[in-house]
């Protein structure tokens, strides 16, 4: 079910007709499909996409196409005229056949849309063809392929590669979407990133925003029942590309602070303490050296301020376990500048325009006439 079909020997496409145009070609004897030249009927998908196909009696056997695929390509071939480069759908040439080619002068952008699945073997060997002709291909996938490794029944999401630009394709009621990285795109907005170079390959993430945060809470005493308040303390780590980090437990790591200080009490407190030395007076806090029976030896701990009940390892362990998706929130927080790199292949698509970079270089002042934006992988 292409888009495109050849009128009187000229080649059209439906999503580049007008209504009027589209109207005029029901019952033309002129249209030939562009597969086999048979005759082409208009169609329109139960997606609304306009389309070309065969007659019953005169199918040729090509494949047909998924309503969801062919709204895909008609909304990239949309997208691609109206920022001016000559995009066209099912272009063949040599060894590939491109869902949608954009051309702009000697710039040639193809994409792929991958609704059913397709091997990660298969997705490399078709690359490879686009890359033999100059042609920079990129791959929308329903489902993203799995790697193998290291044993032949264990799969892996596959690691982003600078030579195989894949991303996530889903369809919501609001359009189609696509997922680069950290970021989640309309269609539209991932052709126009893309096209505008504005999506390139890191195999470094820069973390240039650090967050240092005190999340504090309350608890009872398992002997007296009085509240008081235990902390820790995290950093979230923030890329200009949207990827964070939570971090907790930053401070020193010399061996006899681990031996004295095994869950980071006076660590978290000392830390905090630095920072937030005016919000930590409205919590209940009462830090000492208290001694365990259970391992048999004293070490610094929260614990109550009435009785010296110790607040154990376990339970501030089991405190700071907490779910990566549901952070808990910060009783207080401060916002700190930092670079941190940090080896990540990743899409790099920053709302910015500051790509992560790797450690010691230095941005570019930005030009005051800017070049048009080309493509890049």
Not at 343 to 357: A, I, L, S
Request: aromatic fraction near 8%.
């Amino acid at each position: 079910m292409p888009l495109r079909a050849q009128l009187d020997g000229r080649s059209i496409n439906a999503v580049l007709l007008s209504e009027s145009e589209w109207q005029a070609l029901k019952g033309s004897r002129l249209l030939r499909m562009p597969c086999c030249d048979a005759p082409a009927y208009r169609r329109t998908s139960r997606l609304g996409t306009r389309h070309f196909v065969h007659s019953a009696k005169n199918h040729c056997g090509a494949e047909g196409e998924r309503a969801e695929h062919l709204a895909a390509k008609a909304e990239i071939v949309r997208v691609c005229n109206e920022l001016g480069w000559a995009a066209d759908s099912e272009v063949a040439e040599g060894q590939w056949r491109a869902d949608v080619l954009a051309i702009r002068d000697r710039h040639r952008v193809a994409f792929e849309i991958q609704w059913s699945c397709q091997t990660l073997d298969v997705t490399r060997e078709r690359q490879a063809a686009y890359g033999a002709a100059a042609v920079k291909c990129c791959w929308l996938f329903r489902k993203l392929p799995t790697e193998q490794r290291p044993h032949p029944h264990e799969l892996h999401p596959t690691l982003p590669e600078r030579n195989l630009p894949m991303f996530r394709l889903h369809l919501e009621d609001s359009g189609f979407n696509v997922t680069v990285d950290h970021n989640i795109l309309s269609l539209r907005e991932f052709v126009t990133a893309r096209l505008a170079g504005r999506i390139r390959f890191r195999d470094q993430r820069e973390y240039s925003v650090c967050e240092l945060q005190v999340v504090a809470r309350e608890t009872g005493c398992w002997r007296c029942r009085t509240r008081y308040d235990v902390l820790y303390t995290r950093r979230v780590m923030r890329s200009n590309c949207g990827a964070e980090q939570f971090m907790r437990d930053p401070g020193e790591n010399a061996p006899d602070m681990l031996r004295d200080d095994p869950y980071s009490a006076l660590r978290n407190v000392r830390l905090a303490r630095r920072h937030f030395a005016s919000e930590l007076k409205r919590l209940r806090l009462s830090l000492a050296r208290r001694r365990s029976d259970t391992i048999g030896r004293s070490y610094w701990s929260f614990g109550c301020p009435r009785c010296d009940a110790l607040y154990g390892w376990f339970f501030f362990l089991h405190l700071m376990a907490e779910p990566e998706d549901a952070p808990l929130a910060p009783f207080c927080s401060k916002k700190l500048l930092c670079s941190e790199h940090r080896p990540e292949p990743h899409w790099c698509f920053p709302q910015n325009g500051r790509f992560c970079r790797p450690p010691g270089i230095t941005p570019p002042l930005p030009s005051p006439h800017p070049a048009p934006p080309l493509p890049s992988r």
